[in-house]
């Protein structure tokens, strides 16, 4: 049983260069979500996904997209890169009652655009 | 919005107790949760609050006071390994949003 897994871990990009990160989660989670992490800032909530075929915006959706064709796969496209975009980026999981159950977290992207 | 304050730094002796406070403002409110980050890795679930009251889970507890928007965490019989950053974060209705805090580092000193 995998979790949540997140490729790639590590990526370097030009200001204006896209990228999609990927998210894949093997527990049949129908909630899916991405976080960004900047230093003294927390996590905060990117997209999210209640199912396939359905996403919505969180706190800080400005410059990114995402979809969610499968139960499986929640890609984050970033469409330009800015270096306001370097962080680290994480894709978690959980089922509708997650609260009680908690979220279930990829190992992360560490995203620097330069 | 919401909004959740916690402190920033924290530091403990190893075997003590250490209670980490977090206190809240948000709309539609379902829960508390706490989760550990260590450094370089991924947040992890520790314990959700629903209710007011205590939840314990080994050598962790959890305490929420909806009518105070506060909750705090508490940690037993410290270990080093317990040196981490540590996150509330409020669960709101609906989607199954979780909201984090800033996160409050604690470092276990021997």
């Known amino acids: 049983n995998a979790g949540v897994t997140q490729t790639p871990k590590f990526q370097v990009l030009k200001t204006g260069q896209s990228m999609t990160l990927q998210c894949a989660q093997d527990?049949?989670?129908?909630?899916m979500s991405w976080y960004r992490q900047d230093p003294g800032m927390g996590l905060r909530l990117i997209h999210y996904?209640?199912?396939?075929?359905?996403?919505d915006q969180g706190e800080v959706p400005n410059g990114y997209n995402v979809s969610r064709s499968t139960t499986e796969d929640f890609p984050l496209r970033l469409l330009s890169a800015a270096p306001s975009q370097t962080s680290v980026y994480f894709c978690?999981?959980?089922?509708?009652?997650?609260?009680?159950?908690?979220?279930?977290f990829g190992s992360g992207t560490r995203l620097t655009v330069v | 919005g919401q909004s959740l304050e916690q402190p920033s730094e924290v530091t403990a002796v190893e075997g003590a107790i250490v209670q980490i406070n977090c206190t809240y403002q948000?709309?539609?409110?379902?829960?508390l949760s706490w989760y550990q980050q260590h450094d370089g890795g991924a947040p992890t679930f520790l314990s959700y609050?629903?209710?007011?009251g205590l939840e314990e889970t080994g050598r962790f507890s959890s305490f929420l006071s909806r009518s105070d928007s506060y909750g705090y965490l508490l940690l037993q019989e410290l270990q080093m390994k317990d040196s981490a950053s540590y996150f509330c974060a409020v669960r709101k209705g609906g989607a199954n949003n979780l909201f984090f805090g800033t996160g409050t580092r604690l470092t276990v000193i021997p």
């Open positions: 609050n629903g209710l007011d």
């Open positions: 948000t709309s539609g409110f379902y829960g």
């Open positions: 527990m049949n989670h129908e909630y």
């Open positions: 978690a999981s959980t089922t509708p009652s997650g609260g009680s159950l908690g979220y279930t």
């Open positions: 996904s209640v199912g396939a075929g359905i996403t």
